[in-house]
T-cell receptor
Framework: QKEVEQNSGPLSVPEGAIASLNCTYS??????FFWYRQYSGKSPELIMS??SNGDKEDGRFTAQLNKASQYVSLLIRDSQPSDSATYLC?????????????WGLGTSLAVNP | DAGVIQSPRHEVTEMGQEVTLRCKPI?????LFWYRQTMMRGLELLIY????????DSGMPEDRFSAKMPNASFSTLKIQPSEPRDSAVYFC?????????FGSGTRLTVV
């Protein structure tokens, strides 16, 4: 059973701090990795994708991928109260032409003013 | 771009009734996904279509659930008969390359 694991949280950080969210996956052939943000009562929205080992930065967000250790992380710099949400990690193995994503249960983040 | 459009936004129905959820994907996207989300189980993939053809329906809970995609711009998810344990938020998502765009979801309550 292919799995994606995340700490459920809640992760609580003060405003302006760095929030670090982690995700591990079991399928070694996984090739595409995504972070989605979901506000309460809303649908998930894609905030970052990463495909190669290393870091990928987009504004205050940095995704980090380490395929050897099978983990992917999301750093949020200068955290704002508006970042308070559940962050979902998703992984795609692309076995054949499979577009199916395997999802973690999400980490709840609370940024305190 | 109007995004992925789902209807209805909320549905309350009695046990045993038929429920039909609708989805219009983003124009040009060739993959469509139906998900169910609950607190306990998170996001569960029910079925996905590629170029209107069902590719993986292994997540469909049982024969009470069925999905169709008659053309590139429309899909339905039907539950017949509905049961209280079907209560959840149902999301439709579409994709062209990688990553999905989700619709706003349908909150289904079966009483």
């Amino acid at each position: 059973q292919k799995e994606v694991e995340q700490n459920s949280g809640p992760l609580s950080v003060p405003e302006g701090a760095i929030a670090s969210l982690n995700c591990t996956y079991s399928d070694r052939v996984s090739q595409s990795f995504f972070w989605y943000r979901q506000y309460s009562g809303k649908s998930p929205e894609l905030i970052m994708s990463i495909y190669s080992n290393g870091d990928k930065e987009d504004g205050r967000f940095t995704a980090q991928l380490n395929k050897a250790s099978q983990y992917v992380s999301l750093l949020i710099r200068d955290s704002q109260p508006s970042d308070s949400a559940t962050y979902l990690c998703a992984v795609n193995s692309k076995a054949g032409n499979n577009r199916k994503l395997i999802w973690g249960l999400g980490t709840s983040l609370a940024v305190n003013p | 771009d109007a995004g992925v459009i789902q209807s209805p936004r909320h549905e309350v129905t009695e046990m045993g009734q038929e429920v039909t959820l609708r989805c219009k994907p983003i124009s040009g996207h060739n993959s469509l996904f139906w998900y169910r989300q609950t607190m306990m189980r998170g996001l569960e993939l029910l079925i996905y279509f590629n170029n209107n053809v069902p590719i993986d329906d292994s997540g469909m809970p049982e024969d009470r659930f069925s999905a169709k995609m008659p053309n590139a711009s429309f899909s339905t998810l039907k539950i017949q008969p509905s049961e209280p344990r079907d209560s959840a938020v149902y999301f439709c998502a579409s994709s062209l390359t990688s990553g999905y765009t989700f619709g706003s979801g349908t909150r289904l309550t079966v009483v």
